[in-house]
């Protein structure tokens, strides 16, 4: 079969991609991308299974010495903050980045630049928060980052600066991850891929994508205003300035909880595939496998306050969340029965990965079980912040999170490096780590029980608690040597292992039926899609063994297109990494890494301007890929506004001195400023429309006169800000400046960035570059100028309007 | 569900914590009845401790009552936030600065209880803690 590839526009080798450091540095094949998570990521579990091991050790006994109480107290936060995000998100994302592409048939992802800017920022964010170790301030607050704690007065020293700034550089990183996977997933199918049909792990992927886009919003908000308490002297959590100090556990809850099935999500995606894979069967009941995973996700947005039953919130809300917490169980119960279900009956070929898959069956279902304890909050008071809540949130993370990346790795490791791993030093991996695991864990539950709290340095001897703790010690070094036998299967095998041929485990799925490892253009066709386990319908037919008639070759008649590489992805990532650096040394290195990641990102965006290769990006949806990524970011813009307006309206009334709002807010100008920013969205929709025809000369007027309104708006803000600051209002004065200003100061920030964006299509249209097949550029710079202006709708209406 | 909750919140006559007026911290060593940490006796058999949790402490540390008393905890913190779990009897709630927590217990059995702080606070959080000392009846 002869494969065409076209080399136009950019000269790509499509057979032998280009080696060396700079063809990894700018790289933006999403499997070389896979790779570099996948290393950086089994790094971080390293160093976060290295601290848990510290733990354990100083654990082991009573009044042990072995590290001080301040390091111990670091390593518990890291510990957590490492695992969380910087090893198990980017395992997950290792396996989103090489696989879901060639799950769905396509040769990479919807922005594969952009992707490369997620890896780098990642990097980055990791490196960043490590550096504390270095420096000797690691964060010490707990990865759940309780405030007032954290905030400045208590907490004087860089330590938590670290920890809040690198998060919200791994936020950044992973909000720009899942907008561009959700539209990877959602656009790019090969044709005849029907939501429907897509493998069980995409599916879950997906759903991680949205809980990502809308859940991290919540933190970054929430994480911002600790940042703006401990830098600017705002009172967002000053109980004397009369903060409740509740704002900060819902924060972080809503968006921990959402969280939780972030991490454990594509683990119940590995484990559909690999099962049906081994057990030779169908999934049973896959599409309820979907809309249950659908269920947890949207039941997962409102359980988050069962973290906080000891907080006192009162019978109302306990009980709310309680039921909804006990609700969320039925999804997962499901899940388990099915998989169940599709083992009975089946010809079970027993491999590691399947082991591994088959340890989360009973794992997690211990873990899910305690979990549906901790629902009722009489049951939850028994074991709130107890060694039991430790038992199980490791139960959950390692025993079906860790478990499920392993299967991962085992079920996938052929199809990435080519090699198969030894089967019999994986079942001693499996073993050793089963075994390593529940004799670490299972004991803390008795620990719980026994009254052990967390995060507690040492413990008396005559406290009981010497035993159990003595036995999770040994435990978790035999899992850790269980981790690293891995590394030794990996080592072993990498040069020396079997060849794995394209489809060593008779796959269902399409990822198997291109080469191990797959060409640098996945797939020489695009693979066609008959059903579910549409693979496994090729070779083997329907329960009645009827083949499906072979389809001819999708014509591809611009040949194969490859993304050509990039610098501007790692430098924009670098630029981030000076700013956050420069935030904890010196405000010029601020500005700096700023600059650069600003031109970073303007030569990101012009890169490929004009490229008639990237001119349509029409996808499966029959949207084009930017204006699809543009609407899912915008859901995350929605949660990031609803958190800071929630926040605004939580603080109203609490302020402890003035002035207050109705002294101060001036009703005629902000009038006449909202008719300005309304009146600037007609004239988009005009703008959009003359782009849209082809009409140079009312495109380049209307454009012109957007960004004018634009600025005035901004200019009604600048005199209105200056006056209050006059009037003796700022973000430091009360709880009313530090919410209204970062409320409505983040709104013109994104003002700013819209009239930026307006002006630099203005600038491409007056040098004759904006034509109509870049009319789509204008619509995606409308939607968000819209968006902006609906948001200050509600601003308006709930700061101004509302007294 | 509902009937496990409801069993366990009546049957096993557990109370969740809640929210029972505000303080301000910086006021508290002058707000009643928080300016006097300690056990007041309230009546036949009844108690009421005033506890307040700061950086790295209780006060009162330790509180002696007679076997058979119902001991009601109003507590909150004077800095950062901190908890107070009581193994074995049904005690376990934050402690928020500028928010007031309310947990009523009968101590039946004599014998000594620790109060915990199971709220991570800091450097030396392990060490945070106190006992209720249950006296039997002469």
């Given amino acids: 079969m002869a494969t065409r590839i076209d080399t136009h526009p950019h000269p790509v080798a499509a057979h032998a991609e280009a080696t060396g450091l700079v063809a990894w540095l700018t790289t933006v094949d999403h499997k070389r991308i896979g790779i570099l998570y996948g290393v950086t990521a089994f790094v971080f579990l390293l160093v976060g299974g290295l601290e848990a091991l510290l733990i354990r050790l100083q654990l082991a006994l009573p009044h042990q010495r072995i590290v001080g109480a301040e390091f111990y107290n670091a390593l518990f936060t890291m510990h957590g903050t490492t695992m969380i995000f910087l090893a198990v998100m980017p395992l997950n994302a290792m396996f989103f980045n090489y696989m879901i592409p060639l799950m769905i048939g396509a040769r990479d992802v919807a922005f594969p630049r952009l992707n490369a800017f997620s890896y780098w920022v990642y990097l980055s964010g990791g490196i960043f928060i490590n550096l504390s170790f270095l420096v000797g301030t690691p964060p010490d607050g707990g990865w759940f980052g309780y405030a007032n704690l954290t905030t400045r007065p208590f907490s004087p020293g860089p330590s938590i600066d670290f920890w809040v700034i690198g998060l919200q550089v791994l936020g950044v990183s992973s909000v720009v991850a899942s907008v561009n996977f959700a539209v990877t997933i959602m656009n790019m199918r090969a044709p005849g891929m029907t939501l429907m049909r897509m493998p069980l792990f995409v599916w879950m992927s997906l759903i991680v994508q949205f809980l990502v886009v809308l859940a991290f919003p919540i933190i970054t908000v929430g994480l911002i205003f600790l940042m703006m308490d401990r830098f600017f002297g705002t009172h967002f959590f000053d109980v004397a300035a009369g903060a409740d100090l509740h704002l900060w556990q819902h924060v972080f809850w809503a968006f921990g909880h959402p969280e939780v099935y972030i991490l454990i999500l594509p683990a119940f995606g590995i484990v559909s595939e690999v099962i049906p894979t081994f057990a030779r069967k169908p999934l049973f009941g896959a599409p309820v496998m979907i809309y249950s995973g659908i269920l947890i996700a949207f039941l997962g947005f409102g359980v988050w306050s069962h973290h906080m039953f000891a907080s006192g919130m009162g019978p109302v809300a306990d009980a709310a969340f309680s039921i909804a917490t006990m609700l969320i169980a039925i999804p997962t119960g499901i899940k388990i029965f099915n998989w169940l279900a599709t083992l009975w009956g089946g010809r079970i070929h027993v491999t590691t990965a399947f082991r591994f898959a088959a340890g989360i069956l009973g794992v997690f279902t211990i873990g899910g079980l305690s979990g549906v304890m901790h629902a009722s909050p009489p049951v939850d008071l028994q074991q709130t912040d107890s060694y039991f809540v430790v038992a199980h949130m490791h139960y959950v993370l390692i025993g079906g999170t860790l478990f499920g990346i392993f299967a991962g790795l085992y079920y996938w490791w052929p199809k990435m490096t080519g090699r198969l791993l030894d089967e019999r030093l994986g079942r001693i991996n499996f073993w050793t780590m089963f075994l390593g695991f529940n004799v670490a864990f299972f004991p803390q539950h008795f620990l719980g029980a026994l009254g052990m709290p967390r995060r507690i340095y040492t413990y008396p001897a005559d406290a009981g608690w010497t035993l159990w703790n003595f036995v999770s010690t040994a435990g978790a070094f035999v899992l850790g040597l269980g981790v690293a036998l891995f590394l030794v299967n990996a080592a072993l095998t990498m040069r020396r292992g079997a060849r794995a041929a394209g489809d060593p485990w008779d796959g269902r799925t399409l990822e198997w039926r291109t080469s191990s490892p797959p060409p640098v253009h996945d797939f020489d066709q695009i693979p066609p899609v008959y059903s579910r386990d549409t693979f496994w319908r090729e070779k083997y037919g329907d329960r009645h063994g009827r083949k499906p008639v072979p389809r001819p070759p999708m014509p591809e008649p611009h040949g194969i297109h490859l993304p050509a590489p990039s610098f501007w992805p790692i430098v924009a990532a670098v630029g981030i990494l000076a700013a956050a650096v420069g935030a904890l040394t010196h405000l010029a290195l601020v500005v700096a890494g700023a600059a650069v990641t600003v031109v970073a990102i303007f030569a990101f965006a012009l890169e490929h301007h004009g490229n008639p290769a990237h001119a349509h990006q029409v996808g499966e949806l029959a949207v084009d890929h930017r204006k699809l990524a543009m609407w899912t970011f915008l859901g995350s813009e929605c949660f990031f506004f609803g958190t800071l307006i929630a926040t605004y309206l939580a603080y109203k009334g609490r302020n402890v001195v003035g002035p207050h709002p109705h002294e101060i807010l001036n009703l005629p100008l902000t009038t006449l400023s909202t008719f300005d920013l309304l009146m600037s969205s007609l004239l988009m929709v005009l703008a959009l429309a003359a782009a849209q025809r082809g009409d140079r000369t009312q495109t380049r007027l209307w454009l012109a006169g957007t960004v004018l309104f634009g600025v005035i708006f901004l200019g009604f803000q600048a005199w209105e800000f200056t006056e209050f600051v006059h009037e003796g209002l700022t973000l430091r004065t009360n709880l009313f400046g530090s919410t209204f200003f970062t409320l409505t100061g983040f709104h013109g920030g994104h003002v700013a960035i819209g009239v930026t964006w307006l002006t630099t299509l203005l600038i491409l249209d007056l040098r004759g570059r904006l034509t109509v097949a870049d009319a789509l550029k204008v619509e995606v710079a409308g939607l968000y100028w819209h968006f902006v202006d609906i948001v200050w709708i509600a601003i308006f209406t709930l700061v101004y309007l509302i007294p | ?138």
């Fill in chain 2, 1 to 138: 569900m509902l009937a496990a909750l409801t069993v366990t919140a009546f049957g096993a006559g557990i109370h969740l914590p809640s929210v029972h007026g505000r303080v301000e911290p910086a006021q508290i060593a002058t707000t009643a009845p928080f300016d006097k940490p300690g056990l007041a006796h309230v009546g036949p058999d009844r108690y009421e401790v005033y506890l307040t949790g700061q950086i790295w402490t209780f006060a009162p540390s330790e509180i002696r009552v007679p076997a058979g008393s119902t001991v009601t905890f109003v507590a909150t913190s004077r800095d950062v936030v901190h908890g107070l779990i009581v193994p074995g009897a049904n005690v376990n709630t934050m402690l928020l600065p500028g928010q007031i927590a309310r947990v009523t217990v009968r101590f039946d059995r004599p014998g000594e209880y620790p109060m915990i702080c199971h709220e991570y606070c800091g450097i030396a959080h392990h060490t945070m803690g106190g006992k209720i000392i249950v006296e039997p009846r002469s």
